[in-house]
């Protein structure tokens, strides 16, 4: 069973940024990131595959949110610029054991405990 770690959440002001990390005890394949505010589902924000040659975004943070990994650490980043307080949210980091880009949470298989990330306005 992986387990997935997240850390680099906080509180930060508008136009601010975070870099979310999440590493894996194990190995694992493409990677997503998640989040939910309160009294709001789970959404979907970045994917990256296994190689880290391909990437995928929610429309609402295209151009601000940039997903990374380096998988001789098992980790993978969430680089996030140009912060609105409507970002502010529980981030969760999620791993596939398979390949393919994925936007759905059901398609993951592991997933990390959350980290805070409040933007102030």
């Known amino acids: 069973q992986v387990q997935l770690v997240e850390s680099g959440g906080g509180l930060v002001q508008a136009g601010g940024s975070l870099r979310l990390s999440c590493a894996a005890s194990?190995?694992?394949?493409?990677g997503g990131w998640f989040r939910q505010a309160p009294g709001k589902e789970r959404e979907f924000v970045a994917a990256?595959?296994?190689?880290?040659?391909?990437?995928y975004y929610a429309d609402s943070v295209k151009g601000r949110f940039t997903i990374s990994r380096d998988n001789a650490k098992n980790t993978v980043y969430l680089q996030m610029n140009s912060l609105k307080p409507e970002d502010t949210a529980v981030y969760y980091c999620?791993?596939?054991?398979?390949?393919?880009?994925?936007?759905?949470?059901?398609?993951?298989?592991?997933w990390g405990q959350g980290t805070q990330v409040t933007v102030s306005s």
């Open positions: 990256i595959s296994w190689s880290g040659g391909n990437t």
């Open positions: 194990g190995r694992t394949f493409s």
């Open positions: 999620a791993a596939r054991a398979g390949y393919g880009l994925r936007s759905g949470p059901e398609a993951y298989d592991y």
